[in-house]
């Protein structure tokens, strides 16, 4: 298998793809897998946390004190195009806490279930909102991103949590031949929560396939949180997020590389939506499918 180098990982990015590495077999198992919160929805194959932030941090709190690696994912709509297609990605989601993301996935929950999700617990916001209620110092390494942009969020986080202490482990394009070596750097700083910036599918694939209790108590697959946090990626001003339209401001900043996620991908999750609807409409009669219980 080839490995990537920044110059060709960026290609990739622009190209619409994810860097490969070749992952250790054998760990994606049920070990570290979170028994889910009160309530969960089916969105795409995949069940979904729906549950109030301060909830899910007490939850992971706990996780920080155990011995086994919870992971954690985040589910917006295009995840859930991917999650359609992607048999080895749906199974790494089923074992991670995954967590609601963006306005796409409430229409998806309203569609099939006639609400929205409890709270959007998108990564951008919720991670920093989950490091700022640890009172705690804890031991946080980033992983991935473009070289650099690690180094870049780390400095941020500092600002946001300083609490903590932050560690730029490798950037995203390590490959098959560095694999082995961010592996021990994680094991070895004795890491209580380790960040993940590689995209989707790779990551949450990563997190599941790759990382154990050796590595840390709890692994976040965070997509661009890095980039938010280095500066690179402009966040939308506070009133278009209120709006839920983030998603048309990052069209509108990266037309290029976004436009088949957006323009291409929104209709097309939402019509797989509909057709989960009118599947449940027709295997379980006219009456709208409750919350399932966990």
Known sequence: MSVDTPETGARRRQAGQTASIALPQGRATLDGAVSPLTQRRRIA???????????????????????KLTRVAFLNAHCANIAR??????????????LPDGVGVDIGAKILYGAPFSENLNGTDFLPRFLMALRTGRRVAL??????IADRAVLSLAAIAPQHHYEAVSDGFFGEAGLPDVLSRLEEGRFD??????GVPLQERFIVEALDHRHGQVAFAVGALFDFLAGEVVRAPRAVRRLR??????LGLEPGRLWRRYILGNPLFIAGMLKDRLMRIFQAGPAAPRNERG
Request: glycine share 12%; with cysteine.
């Open 45 to 67: 194959g995949v069940d979904v946390i729906d549950a109030k932030g301060g909830d899910v941090v007490q939850r992971l709190r706990s996780a920080l004190a155990g011995t």
């Open 85 to 98: 297609r992607d048999r080895a990605y749906r199974e790494a989601m089923a074992q991670c806490l995954v």
């Open 143 to 148: 992983v991935g991103g473009r070289p650099g």
């Open 193 to 198: 929560i380790v960040l993940v910036a590689m």
């Open 245 to 250: 339209l983030e998603w048309v401001w990052r």
